[in-house]
């Protein structure tokens, strides 16, 4: 007997994922969120192929506690999992209408509804029915468990087809999506004061407020509300003035970031240890490193919440996991679980574990004060900037001996990271709410930690190299104590990781005196991913001559060693500062569900992990952060960005995610292309005009 996907296994009772609808439409929930990358789209297309519907047909519906609970959307899982269980569940519910068609003797086809139902067949015992879902809605018991044993339909009218994104018409034509349109009768507006810095406490306040504005204060919590969105702004900026807070140095110095990671106290996490010692030969020595990193989304964290009882809240939230997200808040609060039902609302720019979940329990505390009346709780830039959680600095040091002619006889990987998931309910369960630091009594929450391997791991994410190496030992150091927040980040340790194993290889290849791309191939037997190093190296001329001052450089990695295939061959011009120009890149995903969805996930994937590469950078002293503006924490530019061409290497493999391949790779092949226009290596990100500055110094 077959087994249910794991998504399915935990949720399988169809109804929760698929309901048809007497006028034709049928409604689809998933326990995945659309976080702009196009999920709903491509899931869509999964469901209408094995219901055997036009895609017309199909409603997709935001998760929420009427939904299957599938966890976190992360990890560019959504596709592998979601779209497995949900091919499954279709199948099953094809098969239910089939069956209860076949036993009324329904033989010939009934006429679609409103348009968009489609008479459709499927299988009844030795034989084949057709049937309508409009007809049958209602009729059929979908209150049942999935069969594993379903057969699944192998036409493919939308699996493969480039459909257009259901989510983007409202965002391209400005109608209301996001969560910050949300409006409920009687919504109030409210605002959190930020304390000024880290573990500050507030000592007291007396600000003149108006008419109608509501302070609200418990411990150093401390948020207004009203009626009005403006005078809201206007009256959080009056406290801010009149709260006197007691505060105190506690972040590290920012000079000395490599230090402060090295000096523990750390988790040691062994990845591999061949337990061989490397043998004699040449041998090459590099660390590399990048600074705490911001989500910087375009627009700040939002979240919307009303106290339906004492014992009952309903919570609107971005977060990209929201059935963790109510847990947490339910025991942050001594509720229930289900007591906090949390529905996904879209915002855009959410790729990790930004400040979703925190605004939406700023939101519950304030809803808290005014119960029975929605409170919308935005968040402002400066505090996003500032009070998210950051991806964690890291540094690696790489060593690896080299035979006499030219191959690696060993190599030795030891990264450096704070944890790389402060999600809530990590480590155990912990609600991981910002605001609950605040409350009386403070919340004392653990430093963040790292996913297991078996989820991808954290910090080590891709510290294991795809190439074929003798006697490794590689080596994950994560801080088990840490004063800045850090989380999940697009990638998580994969972009450190594979921006410092393959400037490495660039920098063995250089002291084997071999090209970059022979060099790499010579170490690669995996057929796939040498299709797509070659495949990107010929898309971008590989090998032509260049004029001075311009450089090649190539990045190649499969995420998480297990996902997809991307190699990336960048293309700068470095004078006074690096120009990125283009970038080719090649993928393989798999079975490709939308081909124009591929190429938007990684071109996104790549023009993010270029910015975090050429310009970004958390700054702060030994109080606060202070890049919490767009001019102190810059993000790459409009004017900045690199033409890019993605070829998309489709085949009837498993389908895996593409959001999160490019970001290791494009930050390699980048620094390897400014190794080569410039003829110096710089290992310390963002490659900024100082830090070329500074490798030239450290060289000469």
Request: with cysteine.
């Amino acid at each position: 007997m077959a087994e249910l996907p794991p998504g399915l296994a935990a949720n399988p009772i169809l109804a929760r994922w698929i309901q048809p609808a007497a006028d034709g439409t049928i409604a689809v929930r998933v326990g995945k969120v659309e976080l702009g990358q196009g999920i709903v789209t491509a899931l869509a297309q999964i469901a209408a192929d094995q219901l055997g519907v036009d895609i017309a047909a199909i409603r997709m519906l935001p998760a929420g506690p009427d939904g299957p609970d599938e966890g976190l959307t992360a990890g560019s899982l959504s596709i592998m999992n979601s779209g497995s269980a949900l091919r499954v569940a279709a199948a099953n519910v094809r098969e239910l209408f089939a069956a209860a068609a076949s036993s009324a003797a329904v033989r010939a086809a009934t006429p679609g509804t409103a348009g968009t139902d489609a008479t459709t067949e499927g299988t009844a015992g030795a034989g084949t029915v057709s049937f309508s879902y409009a007809e049958w809605a209602g009729r059929v018991d979908l209150e049942v468990p999935a069969d594993p044993d379903v057969p699944l339909r192998a036409e493919r009218e939308f699996v493969g087809a480039d459909v257009p994104r259901f989510d983007l018409p409202d965002k391209v034509f400005g109608r209301p999506r996001y969560i910050q349109d949300v409006r409920l009768p009687g919504q109030m507006f409210g605002r959190v004061i930020k304390p000024p810095s880290r573990g500050a406490r507030l000592l007291s306040v007396e600000p003149a407020l108006p008419a109608g504005v509501m302070l609200v204060r418990e411990g150093s919590f401390l948020g207004i509300l009203a009626a009005d969105e403006a005078v809201a702004v206007r009256a959080a900026e009056v406290v801010r003035k009149a709260a006197r807070w007691a505060e105190h140095d506690s972040l590290p110095d920012e000079d000395e970031l490599d230090k402060f990671l090295r000096a523990g106290p750390h988790e040691t996490i062994t990845v591999v240890d061949d337990g061989e010692e490397p043998p004699a030969g040449a041998r090459v020595r590099a660390t590399y490193s990048r600074p705490f990193i911001a989500h910087a989304s375009m627009a700040p964290s939002c979240g919307v919440a009303v106290w339906r009882a004492a014992d009952l809240v309903d919570v609107w939230s971005h977060s990209q996991g929201i059935f963790l997200l109510g847990r947490a808040i339910a025991r942050e609060l001594g509720l229930a679980p289900e007591g906090v039902r949390v529905e996904h609302a879209e915002n855009a720019g959410c790729y990790g574990h930004n400040a979703a979940d925190d605004a939406a329990f700023d939101a519950v505390l304030l809803a808290r004060a005014v119960p029975g009346t929605p409170v919308q709780v935005l968040w402002s830039r400066q505090d996003e900037l500032a009070w998210a959680p950051f991806g964690s600095a890291m540094t690696a040091d790489v060593a690896g001996t080299l035979t006499a002619d030219g191959r690696l006889s060993s190599w030795q990987y030891d990264v450096y990271s704070q944890g790389h998931t402060a999600r809530p309910g990590y480590a155990g369960g912990v609600p991981g709410l910002l605001s609950a630091t605040l409350l009386d009594p403070p919340a004392d929450y653990p430093a963040a930690v790292d996913p297991p391997a078996e989820a991808g791991a954290g910090s080590t994410r891709n510290a294991l190299p795809g190439y074929d190496l003798p006697r490794r030992r590689v080596t994950g150091h994560r801080l088990i104590e840490s004063p800045l927040r850090s989380s999940a980040m697009r990638a998580l340790g994969a972009h450190l990781n594979v921006f410092a194993i393959e400037s490495f290889m660039d920098e063995a290849a250089l002291e084997a005196g071999r090209d970059p791309l022979d060099f790499r191939l010579a170490h690669l037997s995996d057929p796939r991913a040498r299709q797509v190093l070659e495949s990107a190296a010929e898309a971008a001329g590989w090998g032509r001559e260049l004029p001075e001052g311009v450089g090649l450089g190539l990045g190649c990695a499969r995420y998480k060693g297990r996902g997809a295939y991307c190699a990336v061959v960048a293309e700068v011009e470095a004078e006074t500062e690096v120009r990125l120009r283009r970038l080719h890149i090649a993928v393989d995903v798999g079975l490709v569900v939308n081909p124009d969805g591929v190429r938007n996930q990684i071109e996104g994937g790549a023009t993010q992990s270029a910015s975090w590469t050429l310009v970004e950078r958390v700054r702060f002293d030994r109080r606060q952060v202070t890049s919490d503006t767009w001019e102190t924490y810059p993000i790459l530019r409009f004017s900045q960005t690199p033409a890019i061409e993605v070829t998309v290497l489709g085949s009837e493999e498993k389908s895996v995610g593409a959001g999160e391949a490019a970001q290791g790779p494009t930050a390699a092949a980048i620094a390897n292309a400014v190794a080569s226009a410039i003829g110096v290596r710089v290992r310390d990100l963002p490659l900024t005009t100082e830090a070329i500055v500074a490798a030239i110094d450290r060289d000469t």
